[in-house]
């Protein structure tokens, strides 16, 4: 069982690599968008058979399906509500906010505050905090799943999920082995492992895999209305069967979700290949995607998953969510207040030259009435590093990425900008392109956009940060370059003319870079060539902080009417190759006028009755609301009271089930 789960998940993951043709078969029918449409489910059908046919039928069947909850007050999760008031004074209060790349733009965070609440989602929790008094006010429990974000506008509170749930089957379903892996119903033999099965039609023996049980998993969604403080109120929940929610965005009360579901890439069984979800502004139950809402894109054929876009009303709980489906898939996403950029990555290989190349296909969905349509694409050479890799301004798309040529003799990298038309319909025209960044062998480690400029860093032994004048789209240039040991994992704007950024610093010994801890850095940016004003070292060559691949754990907050920035980073520090440890929430001011301040160093961790171990609570975010700033772990938040040397005044734990006791010394 155990090689079969192996098996099934590396054809999940190796389904970027099968290239096939596309099917002639399809309506052509624009049906409002500048994609091909089907007619029935029968030609749907038609279509992925012909794709698995010329596929060589390597596919494996999985049964999704099964509503992981009934209605929109019974479900898996326990909720319990509090007496506690969660009344607010009149009075306003300055608070931190979600780190968003994009202002007007909105990304889930696990943590929250409106000022008054802190709105915390920690595994399967999410629960409603009083910021004065870390009383817990309403708590909701998820049975099988995870809580994967949070959002808030106005009285409403949404969660995202991953849900799961396993469930036994009264029947076997056989994975045979017959030159090659195919599901088959249950034929002449009975067990839970393997067994030796007889097709009766040719009397010829397999081996074969029983599987009893059934998996299926989702995204879900709920939405909670706050308004009465007494009584917090489940309005309104969604499941999307059989997918993965790979982002999320929200534009004031508009949320948009972006899905992957890869149930047909694992076979057909009656109507297995059609995506199912729950709307209750609608119905409790499963229901399939409307036909009319199941397109065919032009992304070179390799259409083995469906791309699921959402869109909905948080505020209105009777309107249907919108939801369109694409032949095709997203890895990672961008979104301007004006469009979504979703991008694939597809490897390439040139039997005649032996030579693999990548690309990245970029797909633009218009905005239109709170509705995602899609416009154009593209494809560009590489692929973008993250989110941050993108950015639009002034109609036109800026991504930059890092290339990976294969050859026999070797691999080439080159990093690029692309800059592309941001209006027009069916493909994004290419504007011009800024290439060969970095020195050889460097790829693209962090970049930043501000406006009309970009900020570029590469990275192998030394840390070039490359300022860029992206004001005339057709001819980009860099304006200057400045070379530093280290690296930047992250790039944020503080203040016109000042950046800072997180990273790592480095040194190089007999041609090898040694990360030597972790560096944060201000930056002067008013010139053609940026100046590092200051840097501060966490030393320790095995410390790292999660900023350099999850932004949102980087707190940047300025109080109202002050001429600095408050910026709080979580460490973890190791020394003595790691024999020692401790982990911290680092919390420093950044002066408008060009200095970078360390304050303190803050930490949920507690020694037990001896005093040689800690309790391992690792801090994965900060709030500040006034003059507290607040620290959240998967178990626990604790309260420090700025004006009070940073004393430590309240804490809740929450979770005390989620860590255990871990043997590292600190000193």
């Known amino acids: 069982m155990k090689g079969l789960r192996k098996l099934l998940t590396l054809v999940l993951f190796g389904f970027l690599a099968v290239s096939i043709a596309a099917c002639n078969n399809v309506g052509d029918t624009p049906n409002g968008e500048n994609v091909g449409s089907f007619a029935s489910y029968d030609e749907l059908k038609a279509y992925l058979e012909e794709v698995y046919q ?329 692929s973008p590093l993250n989110q941050f890799s993108m950015d639009e301004y002034d109609g036109v798309f800026r991504i930059a990425t890092t290339s990976y040529t294969y050859t026999n003799e070797g691999s080439i990298i080159n990093n690029s900008l692309y800059l592309l038309d941001a209006t027009s319909d069916e493909t994004m025209n290419l504007i011009s392109t800024l290439d060969g960044l970095g020195k050889p062998n460097e790829r693209i480690y962090a970049v930043r956009y501000s406006e009309d400029i970009a900020y570029v860093v590469t990275f192998v032994n030394t840390d070039p940060l490359y300022k860029l004048d992206l004001s005339d789209p057709e001819n980009p240039k860099i304006l200057g370059e400045l070379y530093e040991d280290g690296v930047s994992d992250y790039l944020h704007i503080i203040a016109d003319n000042l950046m800072i950024g997180i990273g790592r610093a480095a040194e190089e010994i007999d041609g090898w870079t040694r990360f030597t801890g972790v560096k944060v850095s201000l930056y002067d940016t008013t010139g053609d060539t940026p100046i590092n004003l200051e840097t501060y070292l966490v030393e320790g060559e095995y410390s790292y902080t999660n900023v350099a691949y999850d932004h949102k754990a980087f707190l940047s907050f300025t109080p109202q009417g002050a001429d600095f920035t408050y910026v709080a980073i979580p460490v973890s520090e190791y020394y003595d190759g790691y024999w020692t440890y401790s982990q911290s929430m680092y919390l420093f001011k950044v002066y408008h006028t060009g200095d970078l301040e360390f304050i303190t160093k803050l930490t949920n961790m507690t020694e037990d009755e001896e005093g040689y171990y800690r309790y391992f609570d690792t801090i994965e975010r900060a709030v500040i609301i006034d003059n507290y700033v607040y620290t959240l772990s998967y178990s626990s938040i604790h309260m420090f009271d700025m004006n009070n040397d940073f004393a430590a005044v309240n804490s809740l734990e929450f979770n005390p089930n989620y860590y255990y006791y871990w043997g590292y010394y600190v000193d």
């Not at 030159?179 to 119903?185: I, L, S």
């Not at 009397?203 to 879900?220: F, I, L, P, S």
């Not at 004006?338 to 030579?355: G, S």
Request: with cysteine; charged share 20%.
């Open 54 to 382: 010329n596929s060589n039928n390597n596919y494996y069947y999985m049964n999704g399906g099964g509503i992981l909850f009934e209605s929109a007050t019974a479900m898996d999760g326990v909720v319990t509500t509090t007496t506690a008031s969660m009344a607010t004074d009149s009075s306003t209060r300055d608070y931190s906010t979600t780190n968003n790349q994009v202002e007007g733009v909105e990304e889930s965070d696990r943590i929250i505050t409106d000022g008054y609440h802190i709105y915390i989602a920690s595994g399967s929790m999410f629960l409603i905090v009083n910021a004065d008094t870390l009383e817990i006010e309403y708590s909701f429990q998820l049975e099988n799943g995870n809580i994967e974000g949070i959002y808030v506008y106005q009285d409403r509170v949404v969660l995202l999920s991953y849900e799961y749930e396993y469930l036994e089957s009264d029947s076997c379903f056989y994975y045979i082995y017959d030159g090659e892996y195919v599901y088959t119903e249950d034929v002449d033999a009975s067990g839970d492992d393997t067994d030796t099965l007889i097709d009766p039609e040719t009397t010829t023996a397999y081996q074969g895999y029983c599987v009893d049980w059934m998996y299926t998993y989702g995204t879900g969604v709920r939405i909670f209305d706050t308004s009465d403080s007494e009584n917090v109120e489940m309005v309104r929940e969604l499941y999307f069967d059989s997918t993965y929610l790979t982002d999320s965005r929200m534009i004031d009360e508009q949320l948009y979700l972006v899905m992957n579901n890869y149930m047909y890439y694992y076979g057909m069984q009656e109507d297995g290949f059609i995506p199912k979800y729950s709307d209750s502004a609608i119905s409790d139950e499963l229901v399939n995607v409307p036909i009319d809402s199941i397109y065919f894109m032009p992304n070179d054929g390799e259409s083995f998953s469906y791309l699921i876009l959402s869109s909905l009303d948080v505020t209105d709980d009777q309107e249907e969510a919108n939801i369109k489906t694409y032949l095709g898939s997203s890895y990672r996403i961008y979104m301007s207040e004006n469009n979504l950029y979703a991008t694939i990555y597809r490897w390439i290989y040139d039997d005649q030259t032996n030579i693999y190349t990548h690309f990245t296909h970029i797909m633009r969905f218009e905005i239109v009435d709170g509705e995602l349509q899609y416009k154009a694409i593209a494809k560009v050479l590489g």
